[in-house]
């Protein structure tokens, strides 16, 4: 074996055993939120029971397992989040130029803000718009009994959808960044992301059009943000090229 290739090797190994480490924070940090959301589980749970106003019910003893695990991991996984991205951006951060590792330093905060406003904005459409809803169908025809497995299954399906969807704008600005898309490419494409963005409105939704235009209002608001953003990416991007090129020519 040569020795470019011996070099190679050892690069590539290098750099698994630096993601395998940053792997390694990033679990241990799951683990220690997971406890923590583990030891507060009833103050949670207390929270989320208070709001809704009546007392869930559970058919086993494996539901009490399972609201554990459920709530304990969904603290954990938003707890985590920032400490993912900050593992990655630093594995990554070797190849960065100053300029691009300020600039996506910045989109780790963001990131974590985003998904926890996208989880509260769902929350809120959940316990003031559908929840409502479904309720005021029964009309005193059956006798309201929720279990505790169906209620937050249903609550996670609802909420983890919109903590997803509003991250579109980070992703927008990192693919806008990359020159993969460009602003003019998001407008061309608005109809069509409309109508897409509508659709989910629809499924984490009864069917009812009134809640279905409430829900997709706000994600259509946060694609506009997103191409705004979108544009002060791009305009950002071509005056580095021009300050690049000129001091190239120079």
């Given at each position: 074996?040569?020795?470019?290739?011996?070099?190679?090797?050892?690069?590539?190994?290098?750099?698994?055993?630096?993601?395998?480490?940053?792997?390694?924070?990033t679990?241990?940090?799951?683990?220690?939120?997971?406890?923590?959301?583990?030891?507060?589980?009833?103050?949670?749970?207390?929270?989320?029971?208070?709001?809704?106003?009546?007392?869930l019910?559970?058919?086993?003893?494996?539901?009490?397992?399972?609201?554990?695990?459920?709530?304990?991991?969904?603290i954990?996984?938003?707890?985590?989040?920032?400490?993912?991205?900050l593992q990655?951006?630093?594995?990554?951060?070797p190849?960065?130029?100053?300029?691009?590792?300020?600039?996506?330093?910045?989109?780790?905060?963001?990131?974590?803000l985003?998904f926890?406003?996208?989880?509260?904005?769902?929350y809120?459409?959940?316990?003031?718009?559908?929840?409502?809803?479904?309720?005021?169908?029964?009309?005193?025809?059956?006798?309201?009994?929720?279990?505790?497995?169906?209620?937050?299954?249903?609550?996670?399906?609802?909420?983890?959808?919109?903590?997803?969807?509003?991250e579109?704008?980070?992703?927008?600005?990192?693919?806008?960044?990359?020159?993969?898309?460009?602003?003019?490419?998001?407008?061309k494409?608005?109809?069509?992301?409309?109508?897409?963005?509508?659709?989910?409105?629809?499924?984490?939704?009864?069917?009812?059009?009134?809640?279905?235009?409430?829900?997709?209002?706000?994600?259509?608001i946060?694609?506009?943000i997103?191409?705004?953003?979108?544009?002060?990416?791009y305009?950002?991007?071509?005056?580095?090229?021009?300050?690049?090129?000129?001091?190239?020519?120079?």
């Amino acid at each position: 074996m040569s020795t470019s290739e011996n070099g190679k090797e050892m690069n590539i190994v290098g750099h698994l055993s630096e993601l395998r480490n940053r792997l390694m924070i990033t679990g241990v940090a799951f683990i220690g939120f997971f406890i923590l959301g583990f030891i507060y589980i009833k103050e949670i749970y207390q929270f989320f029971e208070h709001d809704i106003g009546f007392q869930l019910t559970i058919t086993s003893p494996g539901d009490i397992v399972w609201i554990y695990f459920s709530i304990a991991g969904l603290i954990a996984i938003v707890a985590t989040l920032p400490v993912l991205s900050l593992q990655l951006w630093l594995f990554i951060k070797p190849g960065l130029t100053k300029p691009e590792r300020r600039t996506s330093l910045s989109y780790i905060p963001a990131i974590f803000l985003l998904f926890v406003l996208g989880l509260v904005f769902g929350y809120f459409m959940f316990i003031k718009l559908i929840l409502p809803f479904l309720l005021s169908l029964n009309d005193g025809m059956f006798n309201e009994l929720f279990t505790v497995e169906k209620y937050f299954r249903f609550l996670f399906q609802v909420t983890i959808p919109f903590a997803i969807l509003f991250e579109i704008p980070i992703i927008i600005m990192f693919l806008t960044s990359l020159g993969i898309i460009t602003p003019t490419f998001l407008r061309k494409m608005r109809k069509y992301a409309y109508f897409i963005l509508l659709i989910v409105g629809a499924l984490v939704t009864p069917p009812d059009i009134v809640l279905q235009i409430a829900v997709a209002i706000p994600l259509f608001i946060l694609y506009e943000i997103s191409i705004y953003l979108s544009v002060i990416v791009y305009r950002k991007k071509i005056r580095r090229h021009k300050e690049y090129m000129e001091n190239g020519v120079s």
